[in-house]
């Protein structure tokens, strides 16, 4: 019988990877509503919202209002995509910050027109500034497994950029299957040595659950060491720069699946449920989860 830890951690990324892609506006107050709702269920890390241009993402228009009206409750990220978003952050009083590259360059150069090379040269200097006003960073690897434009991505690339945010100082890694094309096999190599090469950062897997693999792929990074998982609850989310990836993984299956095997999360099943009620009504489409659809049918 493989090893399992007795804890993990959630990190809810549903108020700002979930929602980023949604095509109806939500309004600040809902959104609030929805945060509100997901610490009362137990969640201690999330991803509240991101501090990009409007023009590209009017869905994160209301970041400076997302950070203020958020009851100050754990660890809270807010995405950062450069210095003009760094700032703004920072004078909204966030104190967690994430910064996010591609290892394709193709995707990264549909997402923000830049190669990843050029990314982490512009990145470097704010990266290694924010540690010294000793702010949290969180870098966000996405590609780490395939690129919708390039195909399969070598562990070996991803493990070269994770490197760099490491030798810059970064508190954690959050290592992205942002398309869900990553099998069980995969999540384990990469992220066993992800783990033995970088034991002093926190790593985080994040899975997409596009080929409805993300919840195998998560138990075999709990068998590389992974303690710590990016999930949205409701599996709300996708990028919009990435065709065909849906959304996260919903975060109340992979409570379900933690708690029957005897990993907990303090983490409510059931006021989590109640967290996504609360958004559900002002997305587009429907929650079909299972663990919310069992939740329904209760009520």
């Given at each position: ?25 939500v ?7 929805f ?15 991101s ?51 591609g ?42 497994f ?30 992205a ?23 002093e ?30 999930a ?6 996708g ?36 967290a ?8 587009t ?15």
């Amino acid at each position: 019988m493989f090893s399992l830890p007795k804890n993990a951690t959630i990190i809810e990324v549903g108020p700002r990877d979930g929602l980023q892609n949604e095509g109806k506006l939500v309004q600040t107050e809902d959104k609030l509503q929805f945060i509100s709702a997901l610490q009362k269920a137990g969640i201690q890390e999330m991803e509240l919202t991101s501090f990009v241009s409007p023009k590209w993402v009017p869905q994160m228009a209301d970041s400076k209002d997302i950070v203020a009206g958020t009851e100050k409750m754990g660890r809270q990220f807010v995405l950062t995509p450069n210095e003009r978003g760094i700032d703004a952050a920072l004078e909204s009083g966030a104190q967690s910050l994430a910064v996010f590259v591609g290892v394709s360059n193709t995707f990264n150069q549909k997402n923000i027109n830049k190669t990843t090379q050029e990314s982490m040269a512009a990145l470097k200097p704010l990266v290694l500034d924010l540690k010294k006003q000793n702010v949290f960073v969180r870098a966000c690897i996405s590609t780490a497994f395939y690129c919708p434009f390039e195909g399969a991505i070598s562990p070996e690339a991803t493990i070269d950029l994770c490197r760099e945010f490491v030798d810059w100082g970064v508190d954690e890694l959050s290592v992205a299957d942002t398309i869900g094309m990553a099998n069980p096999k995969e999540s384990y190599d990469l992220f066993t040595k992800l783990v033995n090469e970088f034991p002093e950062v926190l790593m985080t897997a994040h899975f997409h659950d596009t080929r409805r693999m993300a919840l195998a792929n998560i138990i075999s990074a709990l068998q590389a060491g992974v303690t710590r998982f990016d999930a949205s609850a409701g599996g709300l989310g996708g990028c919009p720069f990435a065709p065909g990836a849906t959304g996260n993984v919903a975060t109340e299956d992979v409570v379900n699946m933690l708690h029957r095997m005897d990993i907990q999360t303090g983490i409510d099943i059931d006021l989590l449920c109640a967290a996504i009620g609360k958004i559900e009504p002002h997305v587009t489409n429907p929650v079909t989860t299972g663990m919310y659809t069992l939740y329904k049918n209760r009520l």
